[in-house]
């Protein structure tokens, strides 16, 4: 069967892309609707407890969704699972109150309590309770004074008793319909990651059930079907699967076949027209509640809304990446934090102020905070957008995410990034910056700069010429190998986006083969080295005065002078000014699965020092009528008909 068609399994409960989509169908709410649950603890052992819910003294038992205080103890949920984003919800929907629903047994006091935008605590609402024997009990709390910031959370106080809570659920009035929802998983050759997320979703009743379809566009030769797990999978997904195979496009290419998809579906399903896609990396340790949270806001918001979820750390599970981002287009950087925004911080540690004092205080980020853009780790967006905007650029991967957003943002919808609806993804400094990719991150941040700001083209040569300068020092010549292709890539205009991005891939990992210095080694087994010979050299204190020292480390390098002959350096300590001494260096990889081996060549900086010259003069000669031709192109590249040609759907 060829590559790029649709195929299932032989279980019957498999459904084929294009088909079985009359799941996507609009709902009739059963009652209130559920936009949040009370967890007490998360889907995994790694996930801490204390993300979901505190003992303030005394003793408790947190389960998944039950709770046991013990006499004489408190528990809240002032936590980052546990509290609701009362501000996003005051700001973006057309909801003016939340009920706290409760089942319950024991005696003891429940409190609502809620923050403002400077971390401030008020109770609203509480109640003593004696006696209860899985009876329900309802708290109900204004969505009235958190327009700039505030959450809202519970406290579970006991006295002489056990109080346990069998169920807890915010509640919200639903809408008159529920729109349907579909994941949408693009995978390659992450089988067992991509296996795991499904497990999750299926093993979670009450956040499958906000689901209608899952769609997993499996791009790699690894495939998920080929795993033992798959036939367990299509039957507790229940004939939601629509199982995808076709050639590796990248992000934008799978996430934008879940887009076809559904889409698709609309012009013969009228209901398809308002579905909701929510996108979901692979890679992921899922927590199935970010369905329920982001699916339940998105009915909400009085318009289509794009709702995205927030990264923890994989490898620091209390660790937050971002409260929200944008994109700086002067220096081709995404993934920037909005300012207020709570950025790469422990939820479970104090705050600091800006002279590096504990505060006393938690890190909570109570101020609402707006983003720009929403990365596509966990992301809901609206079938209604895409109707409007069209597909992702073909940009294979990396800034398709950022591009999308702004594209959406410049037609008039938002972006909201929703606290609480978290998963844990890989840590992305725990990934090194010398890979292939980075061909993409720099060559699809002229493309997505171009399209969606004005940046003077003298500015961004300057920034790139900055960070080849760095690379040249650091002798990591295929690197700059790769900078310099990104660039040249982008000067051929939107023409050479045709085929999605595979031919690129496949040129930039046959250049960087011809640098060594891109290659990993066992720590244990670096060619042609005795570790003896290898002293590990610490670096100094980071220069105050950089355009100074860049200038001597030119010099030097000018020269042929090196004030080290070789050592060994750690990833901390692999800066530009301390390894840019070195004739040879072994440096830790950004994975800590190995090192890279650099060596001064002379003759290799030369040259792409001399090509550096060159490709930046044509950049700023040519970037303001190459920002032309990238807009105009904007709409065939993101048509129905050019994506169907890259799918091989014809």
Request: aromatic share 8%.
């Given at each position: 069967?060829?590559?790029?068609?649709?195929?299932?399994?032989?279980?019957?409960?498999?459904?084929?892309?294009?088909?079985?989509?009359?799941?996507?169908?609009?709902?009739?709410?059963?009652?209130?609707?559920?936009?949040?649950?009370?967890?007490?603890?998360g889907?995994?052992?790694?996930?801490?407890?204390?993300?979901?819910?505190?003992?303030?003294?005394?003793?408790?038992?947190?389960?998944?969704?039950?709770?046991?205080?013990?006499?004489?103890?408190?528990?809240?949920?002032?936590?980052?699972?546990?509290r609701?984003?009362?501000?996003?919800?005051?700001?973006?929907?057309?909801?003016?109150?939340?009920?706290?629903?409760?089942?319950?047994?024991?005696?003891?006091?429940i409190?609502?309590?809620?923050?403002?935008?400077?971390?401030?605590?008020?109770?609203?609402?509480?109640?003593?309770?004696?006696?209860?024997?899985?009876?329900?009990?309802?708290?109900?709390?204004?969505?009235?004074?958190?327009?700039?910031?505030?959450?809202?959370?519970?406290?579970?106080?006991?006295?002489?008793?056990?109080?346990?809570v069998?169920?807890?659920?915010?509640?919200?009035?639903?809408?008159?319909?529920?729109?349907?929802?579909?994941?949408?998983?693009?995978?390659?050759?992450?089988?067992?990651?991509c296996?795991?997320?499904?497990?999750?979703?299926?093993?979670?009743?009450?956040?499958?059930?906000?689901?209608?379809?899952?769609?997993?566009?499996?791009?790699?030769?690894?495939?998920?079907?080929?795993?033992?797990?798959?036939?367990?999978?299509?039957?507790?997904?229940d004939?939601?699967?629509?199982?995808?195979?076709?050639?590796?496009?990248?992000?934008?290419?799978?996430?934008?076949?879940?887009?076809?998809?559904?889409?698709?579906?609309?012009?013969?399903?009228?209901?398809?027209?308002?579905?909701?896609?929510?996108?979901?990396?692979?890679?992921?340790?899922?927590?199935?509640?970010?369905?329920?949270?982001?699916?339940a806001?998105?009915?909400?918001?009085?318009?289509?809304?794009?709702?995205?979820?927030?990264?923890?750390?994989?490898?620091?599970?209390?660790?937050?990446?971002a409260?929200?981002?944008?994109?700086?287009?002067?220096?081709?950087?995404?993934?920037?934090?909005?300012?207020?925004?709570?950025?790469?911080?422990?939820?479970?540690?104090?705050?600091?102020?800006?002279?590096?004092?504990?505060?006393?205080?938690?890190?909570?980020?109570?101020?609402?905070?707006?983003?720009?853009?929403?990365?596509?780790?966990?992301?809901?967006?609206?079938?209604?957008?895409?109707?409007?905007?069209?597909?992702?650029?073909?940009?294979?991967?990396?800034?398709?995410?950022?591009?999308?957003?702004?594209?959406?943002?410049?037609?008039?919808?938002?972006?909201?990034?929703?606290?609480?609806?978290?998963?844990w993804?890989?840590?992305?400094?725990?990934?090194?910056?010398?890979?292939?990719?980075?061909?993409?991150?720099?060559?699809?941040?002229?493309?997505?700069?171009?399209?969606?700001?004005?940046?003077?083209?003298?500015?961004?040569?300057?920034?790139?010429?900055?960070?080849?300068?760095?690379?040249?020092?650091?002798?990591?010549?295929?690197?700059?190998?790769?900078?310099?292709?990104?660039?040249?890539?982008?000067?051929?205009?939107?023409?050479?986006?045709?085929d999605?991005?595979q031919?690129?891939?496949?040129?930039?990992?046959?250049?960087?083969?011809?640098?060594?210095?891109?290659?990993?080694?066992?720590?244990?087994?670096v060619?042609?080295?005795?570790?003896?010979?290898?002293?590990?050299?610490?670096?100094?204190?980071?220069?105050?005065?950089?355009?100074?020292?860049?200038?001597?480390?030119?010099?030097?390098?000018?020269?042929?002078?090196?004030?080290?002959?070789?050592?060994?350096?750690?990833?901390e300590d692999?800066t530009?000014?301390?390894?840019?001494?070195?004739?040879?260096?072994?440096?830790?990889?950004?994975?800590?699965e190995?090192?890279?081996?650099?060596?001064?060549?002379?003759?290799?900086?030369?040259?792409?020092?001399?090509?550096?010259?060159?490709?930046?003069?044509?950049?700023?000669?040519?970037?303001?009528?190459?920002?032309?031709?990238?807009?105009?192109?904007?709409?065939?590249?993101?048509?129905?008909?050019?994506?169907?040609?890259?799918?091989?759907?014809?």
């Amino acid at each position: 069967m060829p590559a790029s068609s649709s195929i299932t399994s032989d279980a019957a409960t498999a459904q084929p892309a294009g088909k079985g989509d009359e799941r996507l169908v609009e709902h009739a709410p059963t009652g209130r609707l559920v936009v949040q649950r009370g967890l007490f603890r998360g889907p995994d052992p790694v996930c801490p407890d204390d993300l979901y819910a505190q003992v303030t003294f005394g003793a408790a038992v947190r389960e998944r969704q039950r709770l046991v205080v013990h006499a004489g103890s408190e528990v809240t949920t002032d936590t980052y699972f546990g509290r609701f984003p009362a501000s996003y919800w005051q700001r973006w929907t057309v909801v003016d109150s939340v009920d706290v629903e409760i089942t319950a047994s024991g005696s003891g006091r429940i409190a609502v309590v809620a923050s403002d935008v400077a971390g401030e605590t008020r109770t609203v609402a509480a109640r003593d309770v004696s006696g209860l024997s899985g009876e329900s009990i309802t708290l109900s709390a204004k969505l009235d004074k958190f327009v700039d910031g505030g959450f809202l959370w519970l406290e579970f106080t006991t006295g002489e008793s056990d109080f346990v809570v069998e169920k807890l659920r915010w509640t919200v009035e639903p809408p008159h319909r529920l729109r349907p929802t579909a994941v949408v998983i693009c995978t390659f050759n992450r089988a067992d990651d991509c296996t795991k997320t499904l497990q999750s979703l299926g093993g979670d009743p009450e956040a499958l059930d906000v689901l209608d379809a899952i769609y997993v566009v499996d791009q790699g030769s690894d495939t998920v079907e080929s795993r033992p797990a798959f036939p367990d999978i299509e039957k507790a997904l229940d004939g939601r699967l629509r199982y995808i195979r076709q050639p590796n496009l990248g992000g934008a290419g799978g996430f934008g076949r879940g887009m076809y998809e559904v889409t698709e579906a609309a012009r013969v399903n009228s209901d398809a027209e308002h579905a909701n896609l929510l996108f979901m990396d692979d890679d992921v340790l899922c927590e199935p509640e970010i369905a329920i949270r982001l699916t339940a806001f998105a009915n909400r918001t009085p318009e289509p809304t794009i709702v995205g979820g927030q990264m923890l750390r994989l490898l620091h599970p209390t660790v937050l990446l971002a409260g929200a981002e944008y994109a700086d287009f002067a220096q081709l950087k995404p993934g920037k934090v909005v300012t207020n925004a709570l950025d790469d911080v422990d939820l479970l540690a104090e705050e600091v102020d800006e002279e590096g004092i504990p505060t006393g205080k938690i890190n909570r980020g109570d101020r609402r905070v707006d983003a720009d853009y929403n990365a596509w780790w966990s992301c809901l967006i609206p079938a209604e957008v895409v109707a409007k905007i069209g597909l992702p650029l073909p940009l294979f991967f990396q800034w398709d995410d950022v591009e999308y957003g702004y594209r959406a943002r410049a037609n008039g919808f938002a972006t909201v990034t929703l606290p609480g609806a978290g998963l844990w993804h890989a840590d992305f400094d725990w990934k090194d910056a010398d890979k292939w990719n980075e061909y993409f991150a720099v060559r699809n941040s002229l493309i997505v700069s171009s399209l969606h700001a004005a940046i003077e083209p003298k500015h961004h040569a300057r920034v790139i010429l900055s960070r080849i300068s760095r690379y040249l020092l650091t002798m990591q010549y295929g690197l700059a190998a790769t900078i310099l292709k990104s660039v040249e890539d982008f000067l051929r205009g939107p023409e050479f986006l045709h085929d999605g991005g595979q031919t690129a891939a496949k040129e930039v990992f046959a250049l960087r083969k011809e640098y060594p210095d891109t290659v990993m080694h066992k720590a244990s087994e670096v060619p042609g080295l005795k570790a003896g010979t290898v002293p590990l050299i610490q670096a100094g204190p980071k220069p105050t005065k950089n355009r100074l020292v860049m200038a001597k480390r030119l010099a030097y390098l000018a020269l042929g002078r090196t004030v080290h002959p070789i050592g060994a350096v750690s990833k901390e300590d692999a800066t530009w000014w301390h390894v840019s001494q070195f004739a040879t260096a072994v440096v830790t990889d950004g994975s800590q699965e190995g090192v890279r081996l650099r060596k001064r060549d002379r003759e290799t900086t030369i040259r792409l020092a001399k090509q550096t010259a060159r490709v930046l003069r044509t950049l700023v000669a040519e970037m303001p009528r190459l920002r032309e031709e990238y807009r105009a192109a904007v709409p065939q590249l993101t048509s129905r008909e050019n994506w169907r040609r890259l799918y091989n759907m014809d």
